[in-house]
């Protein structure tokens, strides 16, 4: 039999069509026979709160300073398309330019959305694809739009799956409740021990499903300075990023020999949009705390006297992926300009 063949463009050579064995074909398969009676009730439940997360997050993002002057800069040089822009009324621009803005206003206020062999911003990818795509198939059922949005979730594990599974996890969850300690309500130290330890053990443990019946990978835990040093208004904080400091030295312990690595990066005070908005204006006693605890911090324990650059912690986190790691286990690696030098 004759090997099938896509159509032949003018000037290009034709090719093999895709195997539907093969991972590709698999995939496209599982996507275009999957309903959402296929799908447990307690997965279709977890992909509407993740949606109206993502939403949300864009609508906040998408007044962030930094979303307005790319929202100005793209509409300018590029006006034609109605791909709706989320939180800015009736603004349009082509469709993939709306993708890249809602992307940026969904990742530009820190989605927690969780997966642990999926891109852990996944809302930003999947949701601003879809909205992208919505005008040029028509009108949408609430039913369709949440399958497709639980099909972009979980085409990257699968895709990783078919690649050859999971090697290294990024465990980066967080949430903090900043402020006097004694002015915490219950939920907020709840709220800061889940963001800020819990979740990074459930990432772990999660990872570790993968990871040890393989006998190889490597997890990285980002943690903080904040763990190692003392900061007014960081108490709940600090004393959880101490806990993963220590939670990564106990799990190295424990799963090193069967061959899986343990590390964490502990950057120090980063700059951010959020950081910059704590800075110039505190709008309330938790962010005018955090605004005392950074000023402090750089002007009397950062011994460098700046803040750091995302890409700095991120160089760390690269070095420890690589091979050239290997014979580290389960240390903390400060990038925090000497802010602790013990």
Avoid at 74 to 103: H, K, Q
Avoid at 196 to 208: D, K, P
Avoid at 293 to 299: D, G, K, N, P, V
Wanted: hydrophobic share 45%.
């Amino acid at each position: 039999m004759a090997t099938p063949t896509t159509a032949k463009k003018p000037g290009r050579q034709a090719r093999p069509a895709t195997d539907p064995a093969g991972p590709t074909g698999r995939l496209a398969t599982w996507v275009a026979r999957t309903t959402l009676d296929d799908v447990p009730a307690s997965v279709r439940d977890r992909a509407k709160h993740l949606v109206l997360d993502g939403i949300a997050c864009a609508l906040v993002g998408a007044q962030l300073p930094v979303s307005r002057i790319g929202v100005e800069g793209v509409t300018a040089l590029d006006r034609a398309g109605d791909g709706a822009l989320i939180g800015w009324g009736d603004r349009v621009t082509s469709s993939t330019s709306a993708a890249m803005l809602n992307s940026s206003f969904i990742q530009g206020f820190e989605l927690d959305d969780y997966h642990p062999l999926a891109p852990l911003h996944s809302n930003s990818l999947v949701l601003p694809a879809m909205l992208a795509a919505a005008p040029h198939v028509g009108r949408i059922s609430g039913e369709r739009f949440l399958l497709g949005a639980i099909l972009g979730y979980e085409a990257g594990p699968r895709v990783g799956e078919a690649l050859g599974g999971l090697d290294i996890m990024i465990n980066n969850p967080v949430m903090v409740a900043a402020g006097p300690f004694e002015k915490h309500t219950k939920d907020e130290i709840d709220l800061t021990v889940l963001g800020s330890l819990t979740m990074m053990m459930y990432g772990a443990h999660a990872a570790l499903e993968y990871l040890l019946p393989q006998g190889a990978g490597t997890i990285i835990n980002i943690g903080s300075v904040g763990g190692r040093v003392q900061q007014r208004g960081l108490v709940a904080y600090n004393a959880c990023k101490s806990g993963v400091i220590g939670f990564t030295r106990n799990l190295a312990h424990e799963v090193a020999p069967r061959g899986v690595n343990v590390f964490c990066v502990a950057p120090g005070i980063m700059i951010k949009e959020q950081m910059k908005q704590y800075l110039f204006d505190p709008r309330n006693d938790q962010q005018r705390a955090g605004r005392s605890a950074i000023i402090e911090s750089i002007t009397q324990q950062v011994q460098l006297g700046r803040a750091s650059l995302p890409e700095e912690a991120a160089n760390m986190v690269a070095y420890l992926a690589s091979e050239a790691a290997s014979y580290m286990c389960g240390q903390t690696i400060d990038v925090a300009g000497g802010q602790w030098m013990g």
